[in-house]
Each structure stands twice: as C-alpha cells, then as structure tokens.
C-alpha cells in the first residue's frame, strides 16, 4: 500500500512567482491536511480538507495562500506571489478517519523562494 | 489555546543508556496524544496514539505513557539507528488539527 505521495520534493521558485504542492493520500483516505515547518519551528497546521470541501482552514495564511481536494486527482495547495518567508518544508498527512485519529504524513516538499 | 512543550531539545545518549523524553500538554479536551519519529529530510513516521490517561503503548525499545498533563516516551537501550527528532502533537475533541511540539533531537552514539 503506498503512503502518501508529494511532488514535487524541492521546488524553487523566484520572488513573485507561484507555488503549486502536490498530495495524494494514501489509498482510501478522504481527508488531508496541509502543515508548514519552518526552520528551527515545529510543525504548524495550515488546512483540513475533504473530496470538494475545505473543512478547517483556520492555519492558513488570509492573502496569497489557497487549497483545494477536488473530486478527481491530488490535492493542490497554491501560494501565489511568493515571498522569502514562504520558504519551508510543506508536509501533507492523510488519516482513515475509521475510528483511529492518527494522521500518516508524506515526505514533504520543500519551498526554497530565492 | 492548545500548546505543546517537549523537553529536553536535544538529547545525547550511548548506545544502551535508557532515557525518557517528556511532552507536556494544555488542550481544551484530549482527543488523542500523537508521537512521531522524524529523521532529516523527511516527513514524519507515526509511532503511537494515545487516548487517556494510563495508556501506555510499547514498540521495539519505545514505550508511550500517557498522564492527564504530560506524556513520556521512554527508549530502552537505544541503539545508533533510534537517533532522530521525535515529536509529540495533541489533538482536541471537535477538531481534526494536530497542534505539534518543536521536537527532541536524540542522537546515540555507537
């Protein structure tokens, strides 16, 4: 069963430019979060969405930063006019959501804005 | 707000010397209590949930406890492999987020 997949791994992108991340949850998983990890800062949580729908996105930042899980094909998180402090490694996590709460996590892609 | 402190940061043990990491948590109703393995470059492996207090967990030569203010992951006999950045994240009733820690750094030395 292969786990959660991003792509691309490292991305650079110069400033003003846009980001586009990609998820795709593990096999039969429905929900997918978005985390930010800055360096030398602990993982902070960003968006929760399922198929079509943006549950939580109380950890997103108001402007330049929007996500989507359409119904077809990986979920997409999208930073637009990207800065230097955009730099980061953005994680995507999957869960079952079949009573167990645990959140399984992908290798992440890492934003290098320059 | 929901916060989560681990200690020590950093951590260096020889191999076969046990320790603890502690996690100490405030959250508006325990949903569950997460622990990870992070190694560079990489995303985070998850370990064990925690529901309630008395909860323990064990893997290989880790054990999770679980109290109503903190939790300790205890690592027997570690050996050069176990060397990592372990997190710890609480979730809250009613809500999906995990809210992390910023992580031990253990290292073992051979």
């Known amino acids: 069963n292969a786990g959660v997949m991003q792509n691309p791994r490292h991305l650079v992108r110069r400033r003003g430019q846009e980001a586009r991340l990609r998820c795709s949850p593990m096999k039969g998983h429905s929900h997918v979060y978005w985390y930010r990890q800055l360096p030398e800062e602990g993982l902070k949580f960003m968006v929760y969405l399922q198929k079509e729908n943006i549950i939580d996105e109380s950890g997103m930042p108001k402007e330049r930063f929007s996500a989507e899980f359409p119904k077809e094909g990986p979920s997409i998180l999208r930073i637009q006019q990207v800065v230097r402090g955009d730099s980061a490694a953005y994680f995507c996590?999957?869960?079952?959501?079949?009573?167990?709460?645990?959140?399984?996590f992908g290798p992440g892609t890492r934003l290098t804005v320059t | 707000e929901d916060q989560v402190t681990q200690s020590p940061e950093a951590l260096r043990l020889q191999e076969g010397e046990s320790s603890s990491l502690n996690c100490s948590y405030t959250v508006s109703g325990l949903r569950g209590l997460f622990w990870y393995r992070q190694d560079p470059g990489k995303g985070p492996e998850f370990l064990f949930t925690l529901y309630s207090a008395g909860e323990e967990k064990e893997k290989e030569r880790l054990k999770a406890t679980l109290t109503k203010k903190e939790s300790f992951l205890h690592i027997t006999a570690p050996k050069p492999e176990d060397s990592a950045t372990y997190l710890c994240?609480?979730?809250?009733?009613?809500?999906?987020?995990?809210?992390f820690g910023k992580g031990t750094k253990l290292t073992v030395n051979p």
């Open positions: 994240a609480v979730q809250a009733a009613g809500s999906e987020k995990l809210v």
């Open positions: 996590a999957s869960s079952p959501h079949d009573g167990a709460w645990e959140q399984y």
